[in-house]
């Protein structure tokens, strides 16, 4: 008999694994509050499309993407510009959020997976310390397995017991307040650098992007404080007066959105359960872009699951996936939440001052949906490095704080690689403790 397999919530990392295990005679089943054919927000995404190849998916049509521009990156006054230089081998595809969801669910029902959809997911259902089931607005419904892709705010995460170990709410700057919609173009003359992204703007913790299309203007601003009407038309003020190809006529989108940027949780298995996509903090910390990580996630989860030939599914057999993830893309990620954090303490003019004097530049902010490392975008010669230094020693009160982010990575990078190999309950939790600790904010 094989195992059933419930999948809470239809996230991207979610419908992948849930299509790999189905492929393998199991049971699944996906459980989503949403109607049929409404999922994915009024917008286009990217992601690196290698990821789909890793999860046993085909590419979508030609028709339903392109690759996306390089970004220019500016600093709180948009007076310097400092460009991204991705090689062709890695550019990310932009495709409609709602088209890579029909791609996704098509594959995943052509592999035999079953969607229910209208169905509000309340809480997890618990025999002891193990997961069992879900308990829904169409009754409850019990697995063998529950796979959380249900988001940042799963309500299965969320309401877990203390017993499971595992991280609940996101914490202080673990997330960007997003609203993201799509303007006419104030004019038509030719824009120099099309997809403009703008740190701190207008002096606010986050960032915002305005990219010229052909047809309309995106704008996309990011912040850590609680977004308002007010707060939004601000800032969008304050592009449109340095970027006059941002109209003021809504023609789509106009969403408020939460995303996580922060570190992968540092539990994310427990007796039957498993946490994947948002719903286990996988995006890029500094962009916030997620899906591409979820499919290489959903690939490992599944080895996993597979491997586990008595369907055992407890905390034991499942540990191997996050030390999978932890290798392949957890520990890197968890270095770039330090990179987030220093942004999250920088004051704009001490960004405008690395601007200024080559402290960054844009082979540094080469990063992009596709990153998952320091080491995937920063490549410094021994001169770079020099001069570097010599322009951060200007400013003490800089220097103080990027010294003391190169502390804190290092000591990710120790924790992480002192991860137990194996489950085992006491030096699990005792690892998490330490892992926790480096993104403390004091």
Same mark, same amino acid.
């Given at each position: 008999?094989?195992?059933?397999?419930?999948?809470?919530?239809?996230?991207?990392?979610?419908?992948?694994?849930?299509?790999?295990?189905?492929?393998?005679?199991?049971?699944?089943?996906?459980?989503?509050?949403?109607?049929?054919?409404?999922?994915?927000?009024?917008?286009?995404?990217?992601?690196?499309?290698?990821?789909?190849?890793?999860?046993?998916?085909?590419?979508?049509?030609?028709?339903?993407?392109?690759?996306?521009?390089?970004?220019?990156?500016?600093?709180?006054?948009?007076k310097?510009?400092?460009?991204?230089?991705?090689?062709?081998?890695?550019?990310?595809?932009?495709?409609?959020?709602?088209?890579?969801?029909?791609?996704?669910?098509?594959?995943?029902?052509?592999?035999?997976?079953?969607?229910?959809?209208?169905c509000?997911?309340?809480?997890?259902?618990?025999?002891?310390?193990?997961?069992?089931?879900?308990?829904?607005?169409?009754?409850?419904?019990?697995?063998?397995?529950?796979?959380? &892709? *249900?988001?940042? /705010? =799963?309500?299965?995460? #969320?309401?877990?017991?203390?017993?499971? $170990? %595992?991280?609940?709410?996101?914490?202080?700057?673990s997330?960007?307040?997003?609203?993201?919609?799509?303007?006419?173009?104030?004019?038509?003359?030719?824009?120099?650098?099309?997809?403009?992204?703008?740190?701190?703007?207008?002096?606010?913790?986050?960032?915002?992007w305005?990219?010229?299309?052909?047809?309309?203007?995106?704008?996309?601003i990011?912040?850590?404080?609680?977004?308002?009407?007010?707060?939004?038309?601000?800032?969008?003020?304050?592009?449109?007066?340095?970027?006059?190809?941002?109209g003021?006529?809504?023609?789509?989108?106009?969403?408020?959105?939460?995303?996580?940027?922060?570190?992968?949780?540092?539990?994310?298995?427990?007796?039957?359960? &498993? *946490?994947?996509? /948002? =719903?286990?903090?996988? #995006?890029?910390?500094?962009?916030?872009? $997620? %899906?591409?990580?979820?499919l290489?996630?959903?690939?490992?989860?599944?080895?996993?699951?597979?491997?586990?030939?008595?369907?055992?599914?407890?905390?034991?057999?499942?540990?191997?996936?996050?030390?999978k993830?932890y290798?392949?893309?957890?520990?890197?990620?968890?270095?770039?939440?330090?990179?987030?954090?220093?942004?999250?303490?920088?004051?704009?003019?001490?960004?405008?001052?690395?601007f200024?004097?080559?402290?960054l530049?844009?082979?540094?902010?080469?990063?992009?949906?596709?990153?998952?490392?320091?080491?995937?975008?920063?490549?410094?010669?021994?001169?770079?490095?020099?001069n570097?230094?010599?322009?951060?020693?200007?400013d003490?009160?800089?220097?103080?704080?990027?010294?003391?982010?190169?502390?804190?990575?290092?000591?990710?990078?120790?924790?992480?690689?002192?991860?137990?190999?194996?489950?085992?309950?006491?030096?699990?939790?005792?690892?998490?403790?330490q892992?926790?600790?480096?993104?403390?904010?004091?």
């Amino acid at each position: 008999m094989s195992a059933k397999i419930i999948v809470a919530g239809a996230g991207h990392g979610g419908i992948a694994v849930a299509a790999i295990l189905a492929q393998n005679g199991y049971d699944v089943t996906v459980y989503e509050k949403e109607k049929e054919g409404t999922l994915g927000y009024d917008w286009t995404d990217i992601f690196a499309p290698g990821a789909l190849k890793i999860a046993g998916i085909d590419m979508p049509d030609e028709e339903k993407y392109e690759y996306k521009e390089n970004m220019t990156f500016y600093s709180t006054n948009m007076k310097i510009g400092l460009r991204q230089d991705v090689s062709p081998d890695q550019l990310e595809i932009k495709m409609e959020r709602k088209d890579i969801y029909a791609h996704l669910i098509n594959h995943a029902v052509n592999c035999g997976v079953k969607f229910v959809y209208e169905c509000k997911i309340e809480c997890p259902l618990m025999a002891g310390n193990r997961v069992v089931g879900i308990k829904t607005s169409l009754g409850n419904f019990y697995g063998d397995l529950i796979i959380d &892709a *249900a988001g940042i /705010d =799963s309500p299965v995460r #969320t309401k877990l017991p203390a017993v499971c $170990g %595992i991280e609940k709410i996101p914490g202080d700057f673990s997330q960007f307040n997003v609203f993201r919609a799509f303007y006419n173009r104030g004019t038509e003359e030719e824009v120099k650098d099309k997809y403009k992204v703008c740190l701190l703007p207008g002096g606010n913790t986050g960032v915002g992007w305005i990219a010229a299309e052909e047809e309309y203007s995106d704008l996309l601003i990011g912040l850590f404080e609680k977004l308002t009407d007010e707060k939004v038309n601000e800032i969008a003020t304050l592009f449109r007066s340095e970027n006059p190809v941002l109209g003021t006529e809504l023609k789509r989108g106009g969403q408020y959105v939460k995303i996580p940027v922060r570190q992968p949780l540092a539990i994310m298995v427990c007796d039957g359960y &498993a *946490a994947i996509g /948002d =719903s286990a903090f996988m #995006t890029v910390p500094v962009i916030g872009s $997620g %899906i591409a990580n979820s499919l290489r996630a959903s690939r490992m989860l599944a080895d996993t699951v597979i491997a586990d030939k008595y369907n055992c599914f407890c905390a034991d057999t499942l540990w191997d996936y996050q030390v999978k993830y932890y290798k392949n893309l957890g520990s890197g990620l968890a270095q770039l939440a330090c990179v987030k954090l220093l942004l999250a303490e920088l004051k704009p003019e001490e960004l405008d001052f690395m601007f200024e004097n080559g402290i960054l530049t844009g082979k540094d902010l080469t990063i992009g949906a596709d990153s998952t490392s320091l080491v995937s975008f920063i490549n410094f010669s021994p001169t770079d490095m020099i001069n570097k230094a010599k322009n951060v020693c200007k400013d003490t009160v800089l220097l103080k704080k990027i010294l003391m982010t190169g502390k804190r990575i290092a000591s990710v990078v120790a924790v992480t690689t002192t991860m137990p190999r194996h489950w085992n309950r006491q030096s699990v939790f005792r690892w998490a403790k330490q892992y926790k600790m480096c993104f403390q904010i004091k």
